[in-house]
């Protein structure tokens, strides 16, 4: 017991590791464009705050590339992040490597299709 009791503590000392996955969102960011996070496209819309690969790969830096182009881009922009997670004090991060599958206009949560659905009210006719 002693045994196994030791190695589950030794495990759990060891840094997580980082895993290199694909996620695909609704990209949200703050008045100042500074900080911008991932809203999965998942029930849960799950959330990541998004950051530069460290070190930044070869061909550039993806996110401050796809920021000068779309970073002043008003409404849902729809995309794909290549990166790895990351937890901070708590908060979930994703490393970027690559964005793909741009499409500004677009989101993936059911509730914004939902809303788009939804027929706006014809005004009442006067008598």
Known sequence: MAHILGLSIG??????LA???IYTGTL????SGTDVWLERCDAIR???RLLEAAPVPADGAP???FLRRWGTHRGP???TVVGE???????SQLRVTTIDNVKPGKSCHLADMLDALEPT????PRR
Request: net charge negative; aromatic share 6%; charged share 20%.
């Open 11 to 16: 495990l759990s000392a060891q840094p997580a």
């Open 19 to 21: 895993v290199t996955d």
């Open 28 to 31: 949200k960011t703050e008045d």
């Open 46 to 48: 799950s959330t990541y």
């Open 63 to 65: 996110l401050a590339t």
């Open 77 to 79: 922009i729809q995309l």
């Open 85 to 91: 997670y990351h937890e901070n004090d708590g908060e």
């Open 121 to 124: 009210p014809s005004p009442v």
